[in-house]
């Protein structure tokens, strides 16, 4: 769904590039044209859950915490093989919708463009912006509660 708002906001989006010089074999979920003078936005998109034993007492600490604390995990794992003028950027959402700290200045940059190109408000296009992301994380929640009730069912 980032993809697609990305896409619409014209954003040049590029799904699954080969984007870091000192890893090519790795590669980044979404490439984003963020400005046509400046460096690519290199974005790593995950979603975590907070009711695992390993962040139960993270989870606790507000709506975003296990997000946030992912992003924090990844961030480190891509900081050294990042090259001169890359950015990544984790994007990471709890199974309950609660996306971490890093979402926020994507997610607004993003709306505005895509405000900008549909010729509606920011605020409208947040708007959209916002329920079309939280559509479709239910949507993929839904899909692993399905798998996982065919699996016992089969069982």
Known sequence: EIFDLASTALLLPRRE??????????????VLALALDGPPMLLDIAITHGLKPSTLRLAEEGPAAVATAYEAKKR???????????????LVVDSFG????????????????????????????????TARLNTALIRHMARLALINADADAAA
């Open 98 to 129: 609660g996306w971490g700290e890093s979402a926020e200045p994507i997610f607004a940059r993003i709306a505005m463009a895509y405000g900008q190109r549909l010729a509606i408000t920011t605020a409208q296009a947040r708007r959209i912006v």
């Open 76 to 90: 480190a794992a891509y900081e050294p093989l990042l090259g001169t003028n890359q950015a990544m950027t984790p």
């Open 17 to 30: 590039q080969h984007a870091l010089s000192s890893a090519p074999n790795k590669r980044v979920d979404i």
